[in-house]
């Protein structure tokens, strides 16, 4: 027994003392970390990088030879206990990239981004994670080939920063990265690519976040361009079964979109394939994309029916919550890395950084959709703008479109859409951009704050009455109304008639003659009774004898 409670008692003393040294270690570590001072070669190669850069408005006066530590340096974050450089953070700020911010800068006569060229001095910092040099004006310069030798690399964001040519192949060798963002938006010299120049796109198994778009709207002049993807949908995406954001609008891709989307890359969450020249139907294994909640192919050819089969899309359904969609990649200051985007609502583009899990939306605009507007869109509860118009679209507004209690935006202008607005459409109290312009839309705007809010543009080019218009409703058949409004409460009076009328004719073609004619009632009777003493003695001798 003293035995036991002696090893008891040694194994006791072991396990303190080994907690007492993993805290003392902790503690050492934290006050290091206050005095930690960075490499050496890592801060030369850092100022060597400096000197080939201009930085008009001095953003990098702490990167000085005389300030030994460049852990403290601005834009730098090193590793608490190793010293090392984990990640540079230099996005410039401009009128591209933060409007308010740059505002605030042009007021004081700065402008806050670099210039110059990107020294391969960066080789020298081995365990560099995180590269953010996005907003900037690296003008005329190409995507230099080193990059691709920073192995431990997991973010790479060089987006808004006017480089131009082929972006190398060597980026495929940064197998560790979760985030690359080469998008465009401003008048950059022309980056050509097609299919066959991304194959190095496969080797990036772990991506989440792939950012090849060219995002400027206006129309197309000498000098707009930016990223130029041309031809199909390249097959190596496939191999990206990580991924989340997908964006390669603004391009100049082409053929249908490939079925193997909704089951090669089924954890996408964002899908932007607006302004290219992609055509054909919608492929059904798109509804597979259950946790997509934001899905963007307008300004394309894309024709036939909308799927139905899109209430599959669980989050913006409601039938499924999941966590802000965010990067995982945390950094030393105890942050992380958060998704952005670019997105048309409400008739202007905006880009979204940092959070944006609760943008529900659907843009299927300027493209040749035909037939009904699916019912299953009204499933949608928890969509935030849907943008239908500019497309062929026939028969009447759902009635249930009302259900979508969460919609701020709702544009169904430029179709042929016929009837009556849904009375459930005054139920719409989130609403505050709306469009049904050019349809062939009759009756009686329904009333309510929102509807009678909006500009008369909202409802021309229709045969609708009523306040906003000036037009008055005079004779409007108030016989539409009701059947619309006893459709919006599932009142389905078809059904009803059709029941009735077959009960009617079922009753004097067999009940009633039975009644008139003694014989043949006689004759009916006995024949049923006949037929179950049959039946009565087959069961009998079957399974009692």
Known sequence: MSARFSVSYFSSCNLCLLIFLVLLCLCLSDQKSDNVLCMDSERQALLEFKHNLIDEADRLASWDAENNDCCRWAGIVCDNITGHVHEIRLRGHDDRCDRPYSYNLFMKGLKQILRGNLSSSLLELRQLKYLDLSCNDFEEIQIPSFIGSLRNLRYLNLSESKIVGIIPPQIGNLSELRVLSLGSSYGYPQRTLTSRNLQWLSNLRWLHHLDMSSTNLSKATDWFQGNKISGRIPYSLMNLSSLSILQLGQNELVGSIPAWFGTKLNLLRIVSLRHNNLEGNIPHELCYLSLTQILDLAHNNLSGNIPRCFNNFSIISGKETVPDLQFYFSTQQGGSTQGSASLVMKGREDRYTGSIGLVMLLDLSVNKFSGQIPIELTTLLKLKALNLSRN??????????????????????????????????????????????????????????????????????????????????????????????????????????????????????????????????????????????????????????
Request: charge should be negative; include cysteine.
């Open 392 to 545: 062929q679209l026939t028969g009447r507004i759902p009635y249930k479109i009302g259900d979508l209690r969460a919609l701020e935006t709702l544009d169904l202008s430029v179709n042929k859409l016929s009837g009556e607005l849904p009375g459930s459409l005054s139920t719409m109290y989130s609403l505050s951009n709306f469009n049904v312009s050019y349809n062939d839309l009759t009756g009686r705007i329904p009333v309510s704050t929102q509807l009678q809010s909006f500009n008369e543009s909202s409802f021309i080019h229709n045969k609708l009455c009523g306040p906003p218009l000036t037009e008055p409703c005079k004779n409007v058949d108030t016989r539409e109304h009701q059947k619309e409004d006893d459709a919006s409460n599932g009142v389905d009076w078809d059904l009803i008639i059709s029941i009735v009328l077959g009960f009617i004719v079922g009753f004097w073609i067999v009940v009633a003659p039975l009644i008139v004619k003694k014989s043949w009632s006689v004759a009916y009777f006995g024949f049923w009774s006949e037929l179950y003493d049959v039946i009565h003695k087959y069961f009998f001798n079957m399974f009692c004898k």
